[in-house]
């Protein structure tokens, strides 16, 4: 089992910045491939960033501004995101799983286990 806890989130004007950060403890946290999600209301689920050892990948919305990265020592995986946009406003989620590959790495059915979610809010 892994449990994963976000925090960072917060209330942010438009051009601004917010680093998230997920914290996982219960296995080795070199093992795993992780995810952010986002969720806003009225939406689906949306894959934000992957990130598994050197490799990295974004949603096209996201690419450029925000930066995904991990702290082995720390156990800790962190989202940096930069000129935040009104339509980033949403719940975002921390995610990870077993399979260490690429398949499917923007879809939220192939991870294992998630956090409870953290509120990122862009305001005008």
């Known amino acids: 089992q892994v449990q994963l806890v976000e925090s960072g989130g917060g209330l942010v004007q438009a051009g601004g910045s917010l680093t998230l950060a997920c914290a996982a403890s219960g296995r080795a946290f070199s093992n795993l491939a992780m995810g952010w999600f986002r969720q806003a209301p009225g939406k689906e689920r949306e894959f934000v960033a992957h990130i598994r050892g050197a490799y990295t990948y974004y949603a096209d919305a996201v690419k450029g501004r925000f930066t995904i990265s991990r702290d082995v020592a720390k156990n800790t995986v962190y989202l940096q995101m930069n000129s935040l946009k009104l339509e980033d406003t949403a719940v975002y989620y921390c995610?990870?799983?077993?399979?260490?590959?690429?398949?499917?790495?923007?879809?939220?059915?192939?991870?294992?286990?998630w956090g409870q979610g953290t509120q990122a809010t862009v305001s005008s």
């Open positions: 995610a990870a799983r077993s399979r260490y590959n690429s398949f499917a790495y923007y879809s939220a059915d192939t991870y294992d286990y």
